[in-house]
């Protein structure tokens, strides 16, 4: 059983930063691959990014990319997603999900076994 945490979010005007967290219970968190998605009411959720189980290879949204980078910290049970060049499109509530196979990317919620609570993230224009 993993439980996970998120922190970090806020209100920041456009064009500003957050880094979110994301910490993990659970002695075997460096074996999950894990993501960060993101959802607003009314529509599903959607994929952000993803990390490796060790970190070597992510993947991002075209709608993120070269502005959020996601990272993991396996000695501190931590994932991170940094977040710069805010646009009020990236208002949302942000979780972070661990899935529980060793596999290629997965970009489908369904995909992942564990879920934050979320945080939220507001972007002023």
């Known amino acids: 059983q993993v439980q996970l945490v998120e922190s970090g979010g806020g209100l920041v005007q456009a064009g500003g930063s957050l880094r979110l967290s994301c910490a993990a219970s659970?002695?075997?968190?460096?074996?999950?691959?894990m993501a960060w998605f993101r959802q607003v009411p009314g529509k599903e959720r959607e994929f952000v990014a993803y990390i490796s189980a060790i970190g070597r290879t992510t993947y991002y949204s075209d709608s993120v990319k070269g502005r959020f980078t996601i990272s993991r910290d396996n000695a501190k049970n931590t994932v991170y997603l940094q977040m710069n060049s805010l646009k009020p499109e990236d208002t949302a509530v942000y979780y972070c999900?661990?899935?529980?196979?060793?596999?290629?990317?997965?970009?489908?919620?369904?995909?992942?076994?564990?879920w934050g609570q979320g945080t939220h993230v507001t972007v002023s224009s």
């Open positions: 659970g002695r075997t968190f460096s074996s999950y691959p």
């Open positions: 999900a661990a899935r529980s196979v060793i596999s290629p990317m997965r970009a489908a919620p369904t995909e992942y076994d564990y």
